[in-house]
């Protein structure tokens, strides 16, 4: 409308190709305008967007002429779906006007546009697209858009024989349906021009899937890193048993200690381990690192650190203190619980989360009299000292 302030838009090639425009370039002014009726279901932008289509298609077919005439002059072999193509990557387009209008018990969106074709990329896209189909391609989105025009129109007739109801409901969702159509319908041509017409935008695409794959695998290293954690410091219940006791008569100053030990892997690790699928997009039914979404690289790292894990038996002393009886250095309890020894199973089966062992140390008496406890963790080391670990069958 007269005084208001112009909207500048360009169809999505310009937005990739706009340069300073050569000396030696063409260029041609046509202006276009349409008119679109909105109906019952419709939004006020979608009727507007739908104004603006018809506007652009009514330019992009006196461009296709413009870019056909100058095609043949300079000698280019074009098919009348390339030179359409063409047509559409070189348009650029300004709305010069738009208003609304009540029209009888309808608001009908007008809009008048200014599209700009210069033939200084003619030549390039020319060479970009011939022989590749890029036109059937192209020609296709703009069938669908004529489909859609056609569907929506017959779609609002119908809801003009029809007061109220169900069957009302019905097309007026079916109307709805088309909006979000022609929105994906739009996307694809951004995408095909983007996709076509620019190495740019495929650099930076490849450049922003490499990105997004290394912040992928850090993510995904992150999870594996607070499940590992998770593990370590709340995964397994302990229990010991009595001990049993044996003292050799040959050798009275040491005392033989035997542990029954139970490890049974805690609803916490579990939780985890559900977390951890959740967050990686696997699998908790799975009982592998990659059925719960870990890449290979995340995987075996992660198995190399729960394997590098020693169980740790602990005697509580009568001063209260905390000191290290042995470890099993062997990690027969570690590879046991979580099944590593063939790197393959978390854990030996999810119906089994309990496991038992016979752990044995031989301790000066001067020590055991001062014994009031002792405890089972992993990676508490406080001893090189090395237990005799036996598996014990439930």
């Not at 509580?316 to 042995?326: E, M, S, Y």
Request: charged share 25%; proline share 3%; net charge neutral.
């Amino acid at each position: 409308m007269p005084g208001s302030p112009q909207l500048f838009l360009a169809l999505p090639l310009l937005l990739i190709l706009a340069a300073p425009i050569s000396v030696y370039a063409e260029t041609k002014v046509l202006t276009a305008e349409a008119t679109y009726t909105m109906g019952d279901g419709e939004t006020p932008s979608f009727a507007e967007a739908m104004a603006l289509q018809k506007a652009k298609q009514m330019a992009l077919e006196q461009a296709g002429t413009y870019v056909e005439s100058y095609t043949k002059v300079q000698n280019y072999t074009l098919t009348a779906d390339e030179i359409q193509t063409i047509a559409g990557g070189v348009l650029q387009v300004e709305v010069l006007d738009k208003k609304r209008e009540l029209i009888g018990d309808g608001l009908r969106h007008y809009v008048k546009i200014k599209a700009t074709v210069t033939t200084d990329k003619v030549q390039d896209l020319a060479q970009r697209i011939k022989g590749r189909k890029v036109g059937e391609e192209y020609k296709r989105l703009q069938e669908q858009y004529a489909q859609l025009l056609k569907e929506i129109e017959s779609l609002k007739q119908q809801a003009t024989k029809v007061s109220s109801g169900p069957e009302r409901s019905a097309v007026i969702d079916q109307i709805r349906e088309k909006e979000k159509v022609f929105t994906s319908v739009q996307r694809q041509e951004t995408e095909f021009f983007e996709r076509v017409f620019s190495g740019e935008t495929l650099v930076s695409k490849a450049l922003t899937q490499l990105a997004q794959k290394e912040k992928d695998e850090q993510r995904k290293k992150a999870v594996a890193t607070k499940l590992l954690q998770t593990i370590q410091e709340e995964g397994h219940i302990i229990t010991l048993g009595e001990p049993k006791t044996h003292v050799d008569p040959q050798y009275p100053d040491e005392i033989w200690f035997w542990f029954s030990v139970t490890v049974e892997i805690s609803p916490s690790a579990i939780s985890a381990l559900s977390q951890a699928a959740r967050e990686l997009g696997g699998d908790i039914d799975g009982t592998t690192d990659e059925s719960i979404g870990m890449d290979s690289k995340t995987a075996n790292q992660f198995r190399k650190d729960l394997a590098s894990w020693e169980f740790n038996l602990q005697w509580v002393l009568d001063n209260g203190k905390v000191a290290g009886a042995c470890r099993d250095e062997e990690r027969v309890i570690i590879r046991s619980i979580w099944n590593l020894n063939d790197y393959m199973h978390y854990m030996s089966s999810w119906g089994e989360r309990k496991k038992k062992f016979a752990v044995g140390i031989e301790v000066p008496t001067k020590l055991a009299k001062r014994i009031k406890a002792a405890r089972g963790k992993f990676n508490g080391a406080l001893t090189t000292e090395a237990c005799m670990v036996q598996f014990e069958k439930s």
